[in-house]
């Protein structure tokens, strides 16, 4: 014989399935026709996948994009983003590795006034990176959320 050991909730579940709704006496509330689910973190923004990362800022370098120390960036590795999508859509924000053995930095894939693809950093005085050059530049992964504390 197997056991599972089931928390109050799951114990009293198989006893009444449906005990919601064997509650109603009478006619039903219209407000239920309103009743949403939950607002679940990790679903809306995916996180719990293998290919969602999050990522914190540690320091107060990115404020040029808003980002503060203490956000948090939801990473999705899979997010193919291709040339024709970032010229296409408007700027997004991506964890590249320059290859310069400092490490991921967070970029703003954007064109610049000539049209040609760029990596811009937050600080306006660090020089834009071509991507259209010779050197290998790693796109690790794209923000998709950004998660910050207001106050």
């Given at each position: ?58 320091d107060d370098s990115l404020i040029g994009f808003g980002l503060y ?66 050197e290998a530049i790693e796109v690790w992964g794209t923000v998709t ?7």
């Amino acid at each position: 014989m197997s056991l599972s050991i089931l928390g109050r909730h799951d114990r009293l579940a198989h006893l009444l399935p449906e005990a919601k709704e064997l509650r109603i006496t009478g006619f039903q509330s219209p407000a239920e026709d309103e009743a949403e689910g939950r607002l679940s973190l990790d679903a809306l923004t995916g996180l719990g996948a293998p290919h969602i990362w999050v990522v914190a800022v540690t320091d107060d370098s990115l404020i040029g994009f808003g980002l503060y120390q203490g956000d948090h960036l939801v990473v999705d590795r899979s997010y193919a983003l291709t040339i024709g999508d970032a010229r296409t859509y408007a700027a997004r924000l991506v964890v590249v590795d320059l290859g310069d053995g400092s490490g991921y930095r967070v970029r703003m894939m954007t064109s610049d006034e000539g049209g040609r693809l760029v990596l811009r950093a937050a600080n306006r005085f660090t020089p834009d990176v071509s991507l259209e050059c010779e050197e290998a530049i790693e796109v690790w992964g794209t923000v998709t959320w950004i998660i910050g504390r207001v106050g």
